[in-house]
């Protein structure tokens, strides 16, 4: 989808408030900075805002991280927060933002979550403030990096039209493919599962590199083969080729927040049902490979869990 741009008309958004300025947070929010929108913008780590504030003199800073005042004239507020309690707590806390912004506004949560987590936490809002309407939007990416320049892919709940109505040109900024998927919670359910899918693919290159390694062959170059092959997928084209087999473990995306939402998938698959003996696999080898990796840890380095079952470490890539 073609990007939109604020074009002053009274039923556009022309303020943003953004929340949460982390890796994917921070890139997100500089799209709608670019592209001409009056931001607000606050992080659990105030550097990060006001670092953000002095590259895009357009951005006001939320000062205090209590202050919900600071997003009363927002019309869509915009969180990129770990996990669907903190986003709920952001909201709807004893501090919550959402109990001071103005009727008819948005809120377009981004976060990974569950989607039952954020039905709920949409059930909540309309009692606390029945003005206000969540959406569920959360991202993923063709490439590394595209984040940064607009190219996300958006999936997208939404159980009100005009809410979205209004969202979706800021949408269209942050996001070049922009899906909406159904009701409120069908975006979390598809990043749920997108993510599973993924996950499936890395479980099994890791079980390939390492079996393919102890027979004699190169990492490196089997990477190549799956990229011109039917083995390809985002882990051989981008980040287990820049990130893993270099050793750099710097995707940028934590094991942890991986392992987070293998957890939402295999939950969400047992709702469903069937019950998925892979679900159980996934969760269970990157378990393991987040305590040995430890805290903070790239989710490249999930292959150190295959490394240490088979006493190996795979031939580092030369950069």
Same mark, same amino acid.
């Given at each position: 989808?073609?990007?939109?741009?604020?074009?002053?008309?009274?039923?556009?958004?022309?303020?943003?408030?953004?929340?949460?300025?982390?890796? #994917?947070?921070?890139? =997100?929010?500089?799209?709608?900075?670019?592209?001409?929108?009056?931001?607000?913008? &606050?992080?659990?780590?105030?550097? &990060?805002?006001?670092?953000?504030? !002095?590259?895009?003199?357009?951005?006001?800073?939320?000062?205090?991280?209590?202050?919900?005042?600071? /997003? !009363?004239?927002?019309?869509?507020?915009?969180?990129?927060?770990?996990?669907?309690?903190?986003?709920?707590?952001?909201?709807?806390?004893? @501090?919550?933002?959402?109990?001071?912004?103005?009727? *008819?506004?948005?809120?377009?949560?981004? @976060?990974?979550?569950?989607?039952?987590?954020?039905?709920?936490?949409?059930?909540?809002?309309?009692?606390?403030?029945?003005?206000?309407?969540?959406?569920?939007?959360?991202?993923?990416?063709?490439?590394?990096?595209?984040?940064?320049?607009?190219?996300?892919?958006?999936?997208?709940?939404? @159980?009100?039209?005009? #809410?979205?109505?209004?969202?979706?040109?800021?949408?269209?900024?942050?996001?070049?493919?922009?899906?909406?998927?159904?009701?409120?919670?069908? *975006?979390?359910?598809?990043?749920?599962?997108?993510?599973?899918?993924?996950?499936?693919?890395?479980?099994? =290159?890791?079980?390939?590199?390492?079996?393919?390694?102890? /027979?004699?062959?190169?990492?490196?170059?089997?990477?190549?083969?799956?990229?011109?092959?039917?083995?390809?997928? /985002?882990?051989?084209?981008?980040?287990?080729?820049?990130?893993?087999?270099? &050793?750099? /473990? #710097?995707?940028?995306?934590?094991?942890?927040?991986?392992? !987070?939402?293998?957890?939402?998938?295999?939950?969400?698959?047992?709702?469903?049902?069937?019950? @998925?003996?892979?679900?159980?696999?996934?969760?269970?080898?990157?378990?393991?490979?987040?305590?040995?990796?430890?805290?903070?840890?790239?989710?490249?380095?999930?292959?150190?869990?295959?490394?240490?079952?088979?006493?190996?470490?795979?031939?580092?890539?030369?950069?």
């Amino acid at each position: 989808m073609a990007q939109s741009q604020p074009n002053g008309n009274s039923a556009q958004a022309k303020t943003v408030g953004y929340i949460g300025l982390g890796n #994917a947070g921070y890139p =997100l929010a500089s799209t709608l900075a670019r592209a001409g929108y009056q931001l607000v913008v &606050r992080d659990a780590d105030p550097s &990060r805002a006001e670092q953000f504030s !002095k590259e895009h003199s357009d951005a006001a800073q939320a000062t205090k991280p209590d202050d919900a005042s600071a /997003f !009363k004239d927002v019309d869509v507020l915009v969180t990129m927060l770990p996990n669907g309690s903190i986003v709920r707590d952001v909201l709807l806390g004893s @501090s919550g933002v959402a109990s001071a912004m103005k009727s *008819g506004s948005v809120i377009i949560d981004t @976060s990974s979550s569950s989607p039952f987590h954020t039905r709920e936490t949409g059930k909540l809002l309309q009692k606390a403030n029945p003005g206000v309407t969540l959406i569920d939007s959360p991202v993923t990416q063709e490439y590394a990096h595209a984040l940064a320049k607009g190219d996300a892919t958006l999936m997208v709940g939404c @159980s009100d039209q005009a #809410a979205l109505d209004l969202a979706m040109p800021v949408l269209k900024v942050m996001g070049k493919h922009v899906f909406v998927m159904g009701e409120l919670g069908a *975006g979390h359910a598809m990043k749920t599962l997108n993510n599973y899918t993924s996950a499936a693919s890395i479980m099994g =290159l890791c079980d390939a590199l390492i079996t393919g390694q102890k /027979f004699g062959l190169d990492p490196a170059k089997m990477v190549d083969v799956m990229n011109v092959g039917t083995g390809v997928n /985002f882990s051989t084209k981008e980040s287990f080729r820049t990130d893993g087999l270099t &050793r750099n /473990f #710097a995707s940028g995306y934590q094991l942890s927040l991986l392992l !987070k939402d293998m957890k939402i998938a295999r939950t969400l698959i047992d709702e469903m049902g069937p019950h @998925s003996a892979l679900s159980d696999l996934i969760v269970d080898s990157f378990a393991e490979s987040d305590k040995i990796a430890g805290p903070g840890a790239c989710h490249t380095q999930v292959i150190e869990g295959w490394e240490k079952r088979a006493g190996i470490q795979l031939k580092q890539k030369k950069e």
